[in-house]
Structures are given as structure tokens and as C-alpha cells.
T-cell receptor, first 118, second 113 residues
Framework: AQKITQTQPGMFVQEKEAVTLDCTYD???????LFWYKQPSSGEMIFLIY??????QNATEGRYSLNFQKARKSANLVISASQLGDSAMYFC???????????????FGTGTQLKVEL | AAGVIQSPRHLIKEKRETATLKCYPI?????VYWYQQGPGQDPQFLIS???????DKGSIPDRFSAQQFSDYHSELNMSSLELGDSALYFC????????????FGQGTRLTVV
């Protein structure tokens, strides 16, 4: 079974509008972390936001916020006031367990290609 | 702030050749992860190192090997290259138990012809 599911292969949004990118996850581990990354066409992987499974509040970083619904196992990324520079591929990823000593690999979803239009 | 440095940024090799990719983690980071991202694919975990010891292994071919050195930089060695090895190779680093962080380098784009 897919551990991370991103059901939107592509999304369009008008500049200055908000957009929500969906991510659902599957894990039986009570301790996990969820990450969102942005990958522009140049290829680099840019860290955006992190949400821990025990965090009581939804994470926010500037224009990015994470709508964390634990019971539904969803961790949707909300981008407010979209800008042309937000056009990129967005990946949701998960780290499972509280493994110490380097065992914190990430499992990625298939990504959502976001296009911001004028 | 210093980021994860990968070199080279681009590499073109012929089939059956060897390639070495280098990763310099963020200062004081002691853990390195390698990922492979094929065209149009999501990144796949290959291998990780903590304090110079292999800590986890993913879908890394036997033709590939890696190590972490005393200065914490890491190298991914790839031999008998195949066309299917053409991909973007990422290195990520973190510090021990700082599980909220996973910063990636800019990647090495390997093309096998």
C-alpha cells in the first residue's frame, strides 16, 4: 500500500488566491513526521514545512500552513496568496518512528504540479 | 546559512563507466541520506549514514556503494552504469535526533548515454 498519496497530479491557481494541495498518509506508527517540499523546474528540493504527529497545533511557515487532520490521516498544504514563483512540483513526505542514529529516511508521494496563472 | 553541497551538479557518463557523487552536509550535521529521483518520479531512498556507519539501506543496487568519511562528507560510487541510472541524485543531511529537519542539496543530475 502507498504510504503517501497525493491524488492531484496537477493544479492550477490564480495569482493571489489560496490553494490546497492534498496529502494522505498511511502508517501504524504513533510517532511520525510529515514534510512538504517544493521542487521547481531547476530541480532542487526545498523544505517548506514540517508537522509532527504529536504536535497539537497545525504548522505554519509564512504563506505555508499545514492542515493536519490526524484522524483522517491527512496533511494538506495550504499556500496563501499564490505567487508566480510558487509554480513548481510539490512533494509530501513522511518519516516514520522515532528512530535515532540516522534511521529517519523519508518516503515521498508522487507529487502535485502546481501552476500559478495571472 | 550553509546548505548541503553536492558535486558535481551535472555528470554525463557512458554505459559501463563509473561515477562518484559527493555530498558535503550542513556543518555539524552527522547524518547523510542519499535519494534517487528518476525522470517524472518521486525521490527514492538509497542509503544513509550516521557517524560514518551505514544506518539504513533502501533500494540501492549492488553496483552502487557509499561511505561517510571522518569529516562527515559522503560519496556515492556507481559502477557499471546503465541507462536506467540516469536520474537526479540527492543528498540530505540532518543532526542526530533533530527529526524535524531534512535539508536537501541541489542534487547531481546524472545522464548515462
Amino acid at each position: 500500500a502507498q504510504k503517501i498519496t497525493q491524488t492531484q497530479p496537477g493544479m492550477f491557481v490564480q495569482e493571489k488566491e489560496a490553494v490546497t494541495l492534498d496529502c494522505t498518509y498511511d502508517t501504524s506508527d504513533p510517532s511520525y513526521g510529515l514534510f512538504w517540499y517544493k521542487q521547481p523546474s531547476s530541480g532542487e528540493m526545498i523544505f517548506l514545512i514540517y508537522q509532527g504527529s504529536y504536535d497539537q497545533q497545525n504548522a505554519t511557515e509564512g504563506r505555508y500552513s499545514l492542515n493536519f487532520q490526524k484522524a483522517r490521516k491527512s496533511a494538506n498544504l495550504v499556500i496563501s496568496a499564490s505567487q508566480l514563483g510558487d509554480s513548481a512540483m510539490y512533494f509530501c513526505a513522511m518519516r516514520e518512528g522515532r528512530v535515532t542514529g540516522g534511521g529517519n529516511k523519508l518516503t515521498f508521494g508522487t507529487g502535485t504540479q502546481l501552476k500559478v496563472e495571472l | 546559512a550553509a546548505g548541503v553541497i553536492q558535486s558535481p551538479r551535472h555528470l554525463i557518463k557512458e554505459k559501463r563507466e563509473t561515477a562518484t557523487l559527493k555530498c558535503y552536509p550542513i556543518p555539524r550535521h552527522d547524518t547523510v541520506y542519499w535519494y534517487q529521483q528518476g525522470p517524472g518520479q518521486d525521490p527514492q531512498f538509497l542509503i544513509s549514514f550516521y557517524e560514518k556507519m551505514q544506518s539504513d539501506k533502501g533500494s540501492i543496487p549492488d553496483r552502487f556503494s557509499a561511505q561517510q568519511f571522518s569529516d562527515y562528507h559522503s560519496e556515492l560510487n556507481m559502477s557499471s552504469l546503465e541507462l536506467g541510472d540516469s536520474a537526479l541524485y540527492f543528498c540530505a543531511s540532518s543532526f542526530r535526533d533533530r527529526q524535524t529537519e531534512a535539508f536537501f542539496g541541489q542534487g547531481t543530475r546524472l545522464t548515462v548515454v
